[in-house]
T-cell receptor, first 111, second 116 residues
Framework: GEDVEQSLFLSVREGDSSVINCTYTDSSSTYLYWYKQEPGAGLQLLTYIFSNMDMKQDQRLTVLLNKKDKHLSLRIADTQTGDSAIYFCAESMPTGNQFYFGTGTSLTVIP | KAGVTQTPRYLIKTRGQQVTLSCSPISGHRSVSWYQQTPGQGLQFLFEYFSETQRNKGNFPGRFSGRQFSNSRSEMNVSTLELGDSALYLC???????????????FGSGTQLSVL
């Protein structure tokens, strides 16, 4: 459960879609989450997906889960400058309340 | 509803000293987790407390310890500080019912610890 990987940086133009990817290793994870961290702040929960689902849509956010490949992605439609932040994926274990976070992807939105 | 409050916001210590960080969870939340965030390692899980008991523990040395009080407030202590302990320490609270698996964490803004 401790190896959760993300690419470090992503840069997109305002109005384009952003796709942030995450790979994890523990197939026993129950829920997978996306958190957002703005400068000087803690992490804020954006969305989550149960491990037996393959897609979840929440307004501009779409989460895709490929459990076979242990791959999670977050798509942000119509990316805005306010979306510039670090995005973390995280997986929770069946025991509950123990989370493993990815390394974080720093998203920069260019006006 | 007040969010998760961490104090102090910034702390500067020297090697060998000890430090205590404090976290007040969201009212009604019974679980408090602590994470260490560094640029190279990302977020590393330290430990989780529920009803004054440590329920989960990460892979950190015994110099890192914590406790939770009856009002769910939690403190984290680091003894014999090392340069590598410089990090942002984040506290997160959740409802934390035993056996729940979809726990939404609510994070504080963190304590930035610098060890000189």
């Amino acid at each position: 459960g401790e190896d959760v990987e993300q690419s470090l940086f992503l840069s997109v133009r305002e109005g384009d879609s952003s796709v942030i990817n995450c790979t994890y290793t523990d197939s026993s994870s129950t829920y997978l989450y996306w958190y957002k961290q703005e400068p000087g702040a803690g992490l804020q929960l954006l969305t989550y997906i149960f491990s037996n689902m393959d897609m979840k849509q929440d307004q501009r956010l779409t989460v895709l889960l490929n459990k076979k490949d242990k791959h999670l992605s977050l798509r942000i439609a119509d990316t805005q400058t306010g979306d510039s932040a670090i995005y973390f994926c995280a997986e929770s274990m069946p025991t509950g309340n123990q989370f493993y976070f990815g390394t974080g992807t720093s998203l920069t939105v260019i006006p | 509803k007040a969010g998760v409050t961490q104090t102090p916001r910034y702390l500067i210590k020297t090697r060998g000293q000890q430090v205590t960080l404090s976290c007040s969870p969201i009212s009604g939340h019974r679980s408090v987790s602590w994470y260490q965030q560094t640029p190279g390692q990302g977020l590393q899980f330290l430990f989780e407390y529920f009803s004054e008991t440590q329920r989960n523990k990460g892979n950190f040395p015994g110099r890192f310890s914590g406790r939770q009080f009856s009002n769910s407030r939690s403190e984290m202590n680091v003894s014999t500080l090392e340069l590598g302990d410089s990090a942002l320490y984040l506290c997160a609270s959740s409802a934390g019912g035993a056996g729940w698996t979809n726990e939404k964490l609510f994070f504080g803004s963190g304590t930035q610890l610098s060890v000189l």
